[in-house]
């Protein structure tokens, strides 16, 4: 495998990924992960054949801050994932040797919980359900917009972070809490809606992190289909108007040609 | 392999031979325990004929001696339709009787036997078969009195004879039969394998032959055409789709490709080249939204996601629909009107219900918009009720409507009323809804809402189980 990288020991970083002290703006553009980045470095394998994509994904990769080695077929990459230390597993559905199903679930019976990102060109209803049936944790049909994969590889390497298990989320002011229902902001109660609810929730245990339309559409409210129009975006801007109208400084930002970021801009 | 071969290693062949075999060897069996019991009836009226006779001629020797055992034997010989009688010395000499030619040495022992023999008075040498009996009287004279078998002969020939004839013709005609049977249903079965060879060969108008009768190969060929049938109409479906292709997804990827290459032409600074590079981006995003809508609806229409299917409250599913989609409704002014009477449980795929629903309310409050601001107030009203047996959801909307005339032609695949040609949209979104809906083994009406356009879907209710 000529153009695999072994960049797996955090002692040998490579040269050209992004060193975890680089600022915020020249690693990660506009998309405005930095913060969780600048933690720890975050390991990634991608199990892809094609080496083309192979390669695109580890170039984007590394520029937002990741480490990532890459397996061409599916039994290179069980047994690199077996080896241990990854953050996240992103592996696609057909690939020589070894489906990426069959990985997943090899993976999952020997006990390996590492949250694992399935991208696939099969991407109906009936694909999603039998990736996430096998142990996927996440299913992202090929082609994708590296925004997307980028936002959804940050959300599931921070599952099971202490935040999941928290029943209060605080970002700034903001304050929600779980088990009482109830939001508030610099003291004052503010209202919401159930739905309205649940978007805040998914945003606040994501803090810090981008949260794209889609994945808005698939966790808060259970469809995964593409809606045409700006449905969400339309739902988002009534809660900014909710917690952020008469506060300052304002925490649900836009994050242009990705999604949406809740987290003290003042910061 | 000839013909003949073929038509006797059918499986309908060797079954008709193997039954005829049996009923040959049982029809056999019966005429001959008949004729055999026959026969013995007959032989032993004869026998027992013999035995009087003999008794008599017997006592007539001891009365009278060898002349009035001849003269009595000489005048029953010339009786017509007599016996047979022959009285020999010890040395063979004839003495009286009205046998001819009889074996050497047959009067050499006594006892029952059977001869074929010439009379005497027969000038032209006609054999025939009797039972005699040879006595050896005293005084070294040897008597044979006999009788023709003729009755058993005849008997024979009367029924004997023809019944085995008949079961020959039997097993004959059965053969025949078989072969012609054998032959009518590998012409059928030949008929099916030439119109599957046409069919194989490209040409799905083909057919298996019905011939009417409603038997066993007329059920089979009804559920194979059935079957022909609904591969056709898939057929068809994915040609339409490859013909969609070639032509709906080649105008937007030439689009794709005279924008980048404009841009390679005259882009010059960093912002025209990042621009470009947007416009092509959102191209292709654009491509791939409408590949997935095909393949969903090619999928619906297959009948693939079947598999799938559980039970789910499609009320809860209208519900979340509408409110998914209330606040843009009211961003562009519109009222909406929800109402849900649940629970409605119904079998399917939520996800795909879910975005047929969308695409539905997505539709109503794009064509409830009209260009040009008129001040009437919209309203969008979403219901799901159960009717009967059946869940029905309504969408209706207040905007432009759908002509009657075009209403059947929504539903294909890239059709977009002109009217809606200006807006956003791929003329997929009521074809993923009618391919959702037959998934679903529902149905779709569209109508008039006076003004606007209603569509009605009703899907069968799940039963609910007592149990």
């Known amino acids: 495998m000529a153009y695999m990288v072994m960049i797996r020991h955090p002692a040998f970083p490579n040269p050209s990924s992004v060193p975890t002290s680089a600022p915020a703006d020249t690693a990660l553009g506009d998309c405005g992960v930095l913060e969780t980045v600048k933690e720890e470095i975050m390991r990634l394998l991608v199990v892809e054949d094609d080496r083309a994509a192979a390669d695109y994904l580890r170039k984007a ?15 290179e990459g069980l047994s690199l994932a077996l080896d241990g230390g990854y953050d996240v597993l992103i592996v696609d559905r057909m690939l020589p040797r070894r489906d990426g199903l069959s990985l997943i679930a090899e993976l999952r019976a020997r006990g390996d ?37 980028l936002a959804r590889v940050e959300a599931l390497a921070r599952r099971g972070g202490p935040q999941a298990t928290e029943t209060t989320y605080r970002v700034a002011d903001l304050e929600l809490d779980r088990l009482a229902h109830r939001v508030m902001r610099s003291g004052q109660e503010i209202v919401l809606q159930p739905r309205e609810f649940r978007l805040l929730e998914y945003l606040m245990r994501h803090a810090g992190q981008v949260v794209t339309r889609t994945m808005l559409l698939e966790n808060v409210w259970d469809y995964h289909f593409d809606p045409q129009t700006n449905v969400i975006d339309v739902h988002v801007s009534r809660l900014r108007s909710k917690i952020d109208k008469g506060f300052e400084p304002p925490l649900l930002h836009t994050v242009r040609g990705a999604g949406y970021i809740v987290r003290d801009g003042a910061r | 392999m000839t013909a003949l071969g073929r038509l006797i290693r059918t499986t309908a062949f060797k079954l008709i031979a193997a039954y005829l075999l049996a009923f040959a060897i049982f029809a056999a069996s019966i005429i001959a325990y008949l004729g055999w019991h ?24 001891t009365i009278g001696g060898v002349n009035r055992l001849a003269s009595i034997i000489n005048r029953r010989s010339r009786q017509p339709g007599a016996g047979l009688y022959l009285l020999t010395t010890f040395t063979g000499e004839n003495v009286a009787g009205n046998v001819l030619n009889l074996p050497l040495n047959f009067l050499d022992s006594e006892g029952w036997k059977e001869i074929d023999y010439v009379r005497s008075e027969d000038t032209d040498g006609h054999t025939s078969r009797a039972v005699v009996k040879v006595i050896f009287l005293p005084g070294e004279f040897r008597l044979l009195i006999g009788r023709d078998v003729v009755e058993r002969e005849e008997l024979r020939r009367i029924i004997i004879r023809p019944a085995l004839w008949s079961v020959a013709v039997l097993v004959l005609l059965g053969v025949a039969g078989g072969l012609f049977v054998t032959r009518r249903v590998l012409k059928r079965i030949d008929e099916m394998t030439a119109t599957s060879d046409r069919i194989m060969a490209g040409d799905l108008t083909g057919r298996l032959p019905l011939a009417g009768t409603d038997d066993e190969f007329d059920r089979l060929a009804l559920s194979v055409n059935a079957m022909l049938e609904r591969i056709e109409v898939l057929l068809a479906g994915l040609k339409q789709v490859s013909d969609n ?27 025209q080249w990042r621009a470009a590079t947007e416009q092509t981006i959102e191209e292709s995003d654009t491509l791939i939204r409408i590949f997935d809508a095909l393949l969903m609806i090619a999928r619906a229409e297959a009948g ?13 599913t209208v519900e979340s629909v509408a409110e998914l989609y209330e606040p843009l409704a009211e961003e562009k002014g519109l009222s909406f009107e929800v109402t849900a009477q649940g629970p409605l449980m119904v079998r399917g795929v939520r996800e795909l219900i879910g975005q047929a629903l969308s695409n539905l309310v997505d539709n109503a409050i794009k064509y409830s918009c009209p260009d040009e601001e008129d001040g009437v107030s919209r309203t969008i009203r979403i219901a799901g009720e159960p009717i009967g047996e059946r869940a029905r959801i309504t969408v209706a909307d207040q905007g432009a409507g759908i002509p009657e005339l075009d209403r059947a032609r929504v539903l294909e695949r890239f059709v977009r009323l002109e009217a809606s040609r200006t807006r956003p949209g791929s003329g997929l979104g009521l074809s993923l809804v009618s391919a959702v ?7 779709l009406a569209l109508e008039d809402n006076a003004p606007g356009l209603r569509i009605v879907i009703e899907l069968p209710l799940e039963p609910v189980s007592g149990d």
Do not use: C, W
């Open chain 1, 61 to 75: 990769f590394r520029e937002a801050g990741f480490v990532v080695d890459l397996a061409s077929d599916g039994d």
């Open chain 1, 113 to 149: 919980k590492t949250p694992v990102l399935i991208l696939s060109a099969l991407g109906q209803v009936d694909d999603r359900v039998t990736g996430l049936r096998a142990g996927g944790d996440d299913y992202l049909p090929k082609p994708y917009a590296f925004s997307e994969l």
């Open chain 2, 38 to 61: 026959t026969q013995r009836l007959v032989v032993g009226q004869v026998t027992d004929a013999i035995e009087t006779e003999a008794k008599i001629l017997s006592q007539q020797y």
């Open chain 2, 245 to 271: 292709i070639a032509h709906d997804l080649k105008t937007p990827l030439t689009r794709l490709r005279n924008r980048a290459e404009d841009a390679l032409r005259t882009a010059s600074t960093d912002v």
């Open chain 2, 304 to 316: 693939q996601a079947r598999a799938g299917m559980v039970p789910f409250d499609l009320a809860e």
């Open chain 2, 437 to 443: 809906v037959h998934l679903h083994g529902g149905t």
